[in-house]
T-cell receptor, first 113, second 110 residues
Framework: EAGVTQSPTHLIKTRGQQATLRCSPI?????VYWYQQALGLGLQFLLW???????NRGNFPPRFSGRQFPNYSSELNVNALELEDSALYLC????????????FGPGTRLTVT | GQQVMQIPQYQHVQEGEDFTTYCNSS?????IQWYKQRPGGHPVFLIQ?????EVKKQKRLTFQFGEAKKNSSLHITATQTTDVGTYFC??????????FGPGTRLSVLP
């Protein structure tokens, strides 16, 4: 069974640009979560999608947005990039709704210069 | 709020010593999950605890859920260098997103 996949692996952008990160969940999983992990720090919750709808978002500005497609894959968009957006962005998937274990992808390393 | 606290933040042990990390919440938890993240890797699910006072074992790892469902612990017996990484607890309530603790970073000296 294929795991959670994320693309790209690395992304280098300049300040002010926009970044798009993609995530494909494990087959059968309908929930997708996005987390930001700055170097050496913990997991900061960004967004949670389930069945195509945004269920909750963390304490991040509106320039962080995303969506979930009918096939349950997801996209995270970060507009007007700032230097402090440099981090590892992790996507995780689980079965419908919270309460089930999350399976994480390898992450996208975003560097903003 | 929904935050969970973990202690200690860092732990350095000699190989063969035991290790324990604690996860605490000010509110009652529906369940608690534990994850391990190796250096340079992504978090990997270890276990989920649901019942009050629950104790689960995975080889050298012992997980406990407090009677009041407000705290949890992970104990590793006789640590090995393969145990190196950051251990996160995550609180979950049905229908809500999980909230991860800040993690405990474990270093094991050979």
């Amino acid at each position: 069974e294929a795991g959670v996949t994320q693309s790209p692996t690395h992304l280098i952008k300049t300040r002010g640009q926009q970044a798009t990160l993609r995530c494909s969940p494990i087959s059968g999983h309908t929930s997708v979560y996005w987390y930001q992990q700055a170097l050496g720090l913990g997991l900061q919750f960004l967004l949670w999608y389930d069945e195509g709808e945004e269920r909750n978002r963390g304490n991040f500005p509106p320039r962080f947005s995303g969506r979930q497609f009918p096939n349950y894959s997801s996209e995270l968009n970060v507009n007007a990039l700032e230097l402090e957006d440099s981090a590892l962005y992790l996507c995780a998937s689980s079965f419908h709704f919270s309460g089930y274990e999350q399976y994480f992808g390898p992450g996208t390393r975003l560097t903003v210069t | 709020g929904q935050q969970v606290m973990q202690i200690p933040q860092y732990q350095h042990v000699q190989e063969g010593e035991d290790f324990t990390t604690y996860c605490n919440s000010s509110t009652t938890l529906s369940n608690i999950q534990w994850y391990k993240q190796r250096p340079g890797g992504h978090p990997v699910f270890l276990i989920q605890l649901v019942k009050s006072g629950e104790v689960k074992k995975q080889k050298r790892l012992t997980f406990q859920f407090g009677e009041a469902k407000k705290n949890s612990s992970l104990h590793i017996t006789a640590t090995q260098t393969t145990d190196v990484g950051t251990y996160f607890c995550a609180r979950g309530n049905y229908g809500q997103n999980f909230v991860f603790g800040p993690g405990t970073r474990l270093s094991v000296l050979p």
